[in-house]
């Protein structure tokens, strides 16, 4: 696979791309097939996506935002799951190269931002931490203080969860 960079200039405009076994990718996602002809992106899952044939093996899907950054960063591995490509301005549709960045997958799939099984925000889970005593000096009757029940039901979650978090 043969990467090289070089710059366009576009009237004022400068933008960088990389040429790969024939086909160009530019810093902002558009990419030229074999021919010169600009490839449309479909979108998947609310990622662009393009299938091109950059090994020689046969057309794969390639996710755009992971190939552009592949593109300008030789040392990033594309096949390493465990490494994401993350848009700062959360569009994936239409970016920039200054857009992306690397992060670890369990970064991405832990806390508020993760969409879809994020109940509590980080700052509930610390209000949480803060709120929860223990049965240190006290018990379940005397209440003194928000038991992981009362914590539960303040903050519509269950009681597992709490326990979760409080550990």
Not at 38 to 54: C, D, F, R, S, T
Not at 97 to 106: F, M, N, T, V
């Amino acid at each position: 696979m043969v990467k090289e960079t070089r710059l366009f200039h576009k009237g004022v405009l400068t933008m960088h791309f990389v040429e790969m076994n024939g086909y160009t990718i530019y810093e902002n996602g558009e990419i030229l097939g074999k021919k010169g002809k600009a490839l449309k992106p479909y979108l998947h899952n609310g990622h662009a996506e393009v299938k091109i044939n950059l090994d020689g093996s046969g057309p794969k899907h390639y996710t755009l935002s992971r190939l552009v950054y592949w593109a300008f960063h030789p040392e990033f591995d594309y096949d390493n799951k465990n490494m994401c490509v993350s848009c700062k301005t959360g569009n994936y549709i239409t970016f920039t190269l200054q857009d992306l960045e690397l992060k670890p997958r369990k970064d991405l799939i832990q806390g508020e931002l993760h969409k879809s099984c994020a109940k509590l925000t980080d700052h509930e889970v610390h209000e949480i931490r803060r709120l929860y005593q223990g049965k240190a000096g006290s018990n379940q009757f005397d209440k003194t203080s928000l038991s992981q029940n009362d914590l539960a039901q303040i903050f519509g979650v269950s009681r597992s969860n709490i326990s979760l978090i409080t550990r």
